[in-house]
């Protein structure tokens, strides 16, 4: 098997299962019944996304792994994806904040994404692109509806934007995989849209009427299966069901 | 354009027209666009390919079983794939469809400039499926299902969905 395909898939699907989990987390406990929609809905987008890489990377893997074992079954330090996604719903702020940091790097991503060599990557990018961009737009829209609101949104925000910024840097780290996948014209070079990235996000973060955080130093290690702490707890609930029922199905 | 006519057999066409799209059941999956092709193999058996309209719609594991299901009862072996590419877009809904959604209470997309502009809340585009009335607003950019928006008419005060445009 191509261990680095296989290994890049799970860096790009890891992202947005981890993400989509998270999001699904406010299922029933969003501020408003439309926020709450908003999220749910944007978790089952990207959920979608996450099967068809999954089956592609199973199809890969060829040794009777499954889209379902790959999401659930691997242990904390398996998971490839960047420690924002991982982030907790502290509140409506952070939840905006962090979907607008991964939205803006996403869209950018799958951009890239389409014009890949590997024709199935290509094919999971354009049909993704078109749900992300209405997640972005949602997170931008709520990113300058909170930051130029009302004196406690604008705090809250602020303080999101704060601690979450330390781990946008980490978006456009490359594992040897990656550095592989691109060199073999299947992976997206990051770097390409580095600059891009930051100042877009920088641009909307002014509109909002934010502070963008001078930082030095940047949080890493999600890539290469460090995570935070959050992330056991958040795998813990994932997982419960095929733990505890192995291969239970619906 | 012509790449993306669905290939269909004429003799499945009526069967296929029976199954509908489990969230707006007015809706056959035809007239969705979402069957790409559907043909008989050398070996009787009704190869049908379809594609989802998001990738995490709940409904397509049902419109298989029931495409399934549906061709059985009809005397056919079956069997369907999914596939990515070409990526559906809501101009594959047919005029049919389209009629059929606002019929239900559900507006019909618009193109993909004057949807943006009414889910930034810019203009006012989107026609009550109820009074006709393009007085309405936005209420919120996800609504009951991932492919729509939920508006409220501004004149008679109807609460309705919008399909938004995917392209
Ligand atoms: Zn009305």
Redo the contacts between chains.
């Keep these: 098997m191509n261990n680095n395909l296989y290994n890049y898939i799970l860096g790009i699907a890891d992202n947005s299962l981890i993400l989509g989990q998270r999001l699904g987390e406010l299922c029933g406990h969003g501020p408003s019944l439309?926020?709450d929609?908003?999220c749910t809905?944007?978790s089952?987008?990207?959920?979608?996304?996450v099967?068809?890489y999954f089956q592609y990377a199973a199809q890969i893997a060829n040794d009777g792994r499954s889209e379902d074992t790959i999401a659930m079954l691997r242990t904390e330090r398996q998971y490839v994806n960047v420690l924002l996604v991982e982030q907790p719903n502290v509140d409506f702020a952070y939840t905006i904040t962090r979907q607008f940091l991964f939205d803006v790097y996403h869209y950018k991503f799958l951009v890239q994404l389409q014009k890949s060599n590997d024709?199935?990557l290509?094919?999971?990018a354009?049909?993704?692109i078109?749900?992300v961009s209405?997640h972005l737009?949602?997170s931008s829209?709520w990113i300058k509806r909170l930051g130029d609101g009302t004196e406690d949104s604008h705090n809250r925000i602020q303080n999101a934007v704060n601690d979450l910024w330390a781990y946008t840097d980490e978006l456009f780290h490359q594992t040897p995989a990656d550095k592989t996948m691109i060199a073999e014209g299947i992976g997206v070079d990051t770097l390409k849209f580095k600059d891009n990235y930051f100042k877009e996000a920088t641009e909307v973060l002014i509109e909002a009427t934010l502070v963008v955080p001078d930082l030095e130093y940047f949080q890493k290690g999600g890539k290469e299966g460090v995570h935070t702490e959050h992330l056991g707890y958040l795998l813990a609930e994932m997982q419960y069901m095929q733990r505890t029922y192995p291969n239970m199905k619906w | 354009m012509a790449a993306e006519q669905p290939h269909i057999d004429k003799r499945l066409t009526a069967v296929l027209g029976t199954v509908s799209d489990p969230e707006i059941p007015v809706l056959s999956i035809m007239e969705m666009g979402v069957i790409r092709s559907a043909i008989i193999n050398e070996a009787g058996v009704v190869m049908v390919r379809i594609t989802p309209t998001y990738s995490g719609c709940p409904a397509m594991d049902v419109m298989g079983e029931d495409i399934i299901k549906a061709l059985n009862e009809a005397g056919y072996k079956a069997e369907v794939n999914l596939v990515l590419s070409p990526a559906w877009t809501t101009d594959w809904i047919t005029e049919k469809g389209r009629k059929a959604l606002e019929d239900y209470g559900i507006a019909a997309p618009l193109d993909e400039v004057a949807d943006k502009a009414v889910l930034l809340g810019n203009q006012k585009l989107v026609k009550c499926t109820l009074c006709g009335s393009t007085n309405t607003k936005l209420i919120s950019q996800f609504g009951s299902t991932a492919c729509k928006a939920l508006f409220q008419c501004e004149d008679c005060r109807e609460p309705f969905d919008y399909f938004k445009c995917l392209k």
Excluded: H, P
Excluded at chain 1, 44 to 49: A, E, H, P, R, T
């Design positions: 439309e926020t929609i908003a809905n944007i089952l987008d990207l959920f979608g996304q099967r068809s024709a199935t290509a094919a999971i354009k049909k993704s078109k749900e209405y737009r949602f829209d």
